[in-house]
């Protein structure tokens, strides 16, 4: 008979072989469905990721697994790790298991097409071109939710994948306070009408590869690992990791907004930087990624505007610029800072300011939970996205292309993955607190460029643990309490206190 700890091994093998497919799927045709396939590959493309997602799905269905986990689960030589381990697996396998075959390889190609789909409707404004593609889509999640499970609300089972634990019951709570005080502080502001804080005006104009050098020389200074990862250009931004030996990074660029692309890229180092931290030791495990996309979500956050919108960065980035440029281009720290917290009235939720970012976010969130509970129809959305719109920030897309059609998630297959963005908010700022507390003044840390320290608090309190412990547990082991909106309200109420003289 085979001992406890050979039937260990041979488990992390077929772990392993399960790790390669994701990889293969995930790190390298999907990255390279995003930057460098032509167009007429979709057709087959699509295929090649059903292929890979049915292996996938087979291999966690197989009689040989659930025997593996009949065995492993509640055994009493398992360590903390081996617990935590076996509990990631049942909570990523039933998410599969639990959707009948079909249905699933179904729903992989149509998510492979509907991305190309989303994609030419946005470039063309065309609601209707995508429409079709939109209602199999959330007709899919309204079954998914049915064979996942919930108390209260389906959406529930939408959030709980993204983020386990979190419920619409949880979001209203935090949007009780959160949201009356982002519409007040939105207001005040407004009324203002200070002309002297543009919109991000100030950088010079840069093409792609000038701006994608750019991005390689600060991302060096702040930590990313270029031997183990790399930056390209692509249409929407995102990060790609299934090892911490292999992180890519995709961003979108516009030549008339350098800042544009310098704050996407920025979230997507955080994320990259957290991917790479992550202990190798985990990898077979499926413990060797991060667990919850709301943490990572909140990490990308905290280095795009804690960081980025920071004064300490003001100073950081335009020394820095004046090293990239050869002095050929000179910035005040203050006016960068001043720029790029100005608060406007964007209806493109990538090109939305600090402050209005979660009035974005929740617009989305309701919509989401409108249509999951069927109190919306999808032809109804360009309508009542631009009404929200001009409810909650007072300005009305100009197009279906930079309001409706602006996101890639739902054509991507990520329903209900925006709240996560709430939550990331919320622990961007809760974390920066407990540096502030733990390192010194994060500030004076981020204008010296000390971006080794303030990683290595991260790596030692969040990154190096991967998914051995849920986001729950690493924020309040971390900070100290449980995940709070009120560190971000007095985050957002200091700050723009300080930039509006309110």
Same mark, same amino acid.
């Given at each position: ?7 260990l ?38 295929k090649?990721?059903?292929?890979? @997602?049915?292996?996938?799905?087979r ?8 025997s593996y ?18 509990a990631?697996?049942?909570?990523s ?15 992989? *190609?149509?998510? @492979?097409?509907?991305? %190309? ?34 108390e209260?609300?389906?959406?529930? @089972?939408?959030?709980?994948?993204? #983020?386990p ?22 207001? %005040?502001?407004?009324q203002? +009408? ?6 991000c ?10 701006q994608k ?5 600060l ?16 249409s ?5 990791? +299934? ?21 996407? =890229? ?8 957290? *991917? ?11 413990l ?15 280095? #795009?505007?804690?960081i ?17 440029s ?11 800072y ?7 009235q964007?209806?493109?939720?990538? %090109? ?5 970012y979660?009035?974005? =976010?929740?617009?989305? &969130? ?27 920030l007072?300005c009305?897309?100009?197009n ?13 297959g ?10 990331? +908010? ?40 991967g @998914? %051995? ?15 709070s ?5 007095d &985050?957002?109420?200091k ?8």
């Open positions: 008979m085979i001992g406890y700890y050979n039937k091994a041979e488990f992390k093998k077929l772990i392993s072989r399960i790790e390669y497919l994701s990889y293969t799927q995930n790190s390298l045709i999907y990255w390279d469905k995003l930057t460098y396939m032509p167009p007429g590959a979709i057709s087959y493309r699509a090649v990721l059903a292929f890979l @997602a049915d292996e996938q799905y291999f966690m269905s197989s009689a040989e697994f659930n986990m009949a065995y492993f689960d509640h055994h009493k030589k398992n360590d903390a790790l081996t617990k935590s381990m076996i990631q697996i049942k909570q396998a039933e998410y599969v298991r639990r959707i009948p075959e079909d249905e699933y390889q179904a729903y992989i *190609q149509l998510i @492979a097409v509907s991305e %190309q789909v989303w994609e030419e409707a946005k470039a063309k404004c065309d609601f209707a071109l995508f429409q079709p593609y939109l209602e199999k889509i959330f007709s899919t999640f309204k079954s998914f939710t049915k064979y996942w499970g919930y209260k609300d389906p959406y529930d @089972a939408l959030l709980n994948y993204y #983020e634990g979190l419920t619409t019951e949880t979001i209203d709570n935090y949007l009780v306070k959160l949201k009356p005080f982002l519409i007040d502080l939105y207001s %005040q502001i407004q203002l +009408n200070r002309s002297s804080l543009s919109s005006e100030i950088l010079p104009v840069m093409g792609g590869s000038s050098a750019l991005w390689e020389h991302l060096k200074k702040m930590g990313f690992s270029f031997h183990t990862g790399r930056v390209d250009i692509g929407h931004p995102t990060v790609l990791a +299934n090892s911490p030996d292999d992180v890519r990074i995709v961003n979108a660029y516009r030549e008339d907004n350098t800042v544009f692309g310098l704050f996407n =890229v920025m979230h997507s180092a955080g994320k990259g930087i957290y *991917q790479q931290s992550i202990s190798k030791d985990l990898l077979g495990t499926f060797a990624k991060v667990p919850s996309f709301a943490l990572e979500e909140g990490i990308g956050r905290f280095y #795009e505007n804690i980025g919108r920071s004064k300490g960065f003001a100073e950081f980035f335009t020394r820095e610029l004046s090293v990239f050869g002095g050929s281009h000179l910035l005040s720290a203050q006016r960068f001043e720029d790029v917290n100005a608060v406007t964007a209806p493109i939720r990538l %090109q939305a300011d600090e402050l209005t979660l009035l974005h =976010v929740i617009i989305r &969130y309701e919509i989401e939970r409108d249509l999951i509970n069927d109190r919306l129809k999808v032809s109804d959305l360009p309508e009542v996205w631009n009404q929200k719109y001009q409810e909650m007072g009305t897309p100009a279906d292309g930079e309001g409706v059609l602006q996101d890639i998630h739902w054509a991507a990520y329903v209900g993955y925006f709240p996560t963005y709430l939550v990331a +908010n919320l622990a961007a700022a809760q974390l920066a607190t407990a540096i502030d507390t733990s390192c010194g003044h994060l500030d004076d840390l981020i204008a010296k460029g000390d971006f080794a320290a303030i990683n290595q608090w991260l790596k030692e309190n969040i990154f190096t643990y @998914a %051995q412990y849920s986001t729950s547990q690493l924020l309040k082991s971390a900070s100290g309490s449980s995940l909106s009120q560190p971000y309200m &985050y957002l109420q700050k723009y206190t300080e930039v509006y003289k309110l």
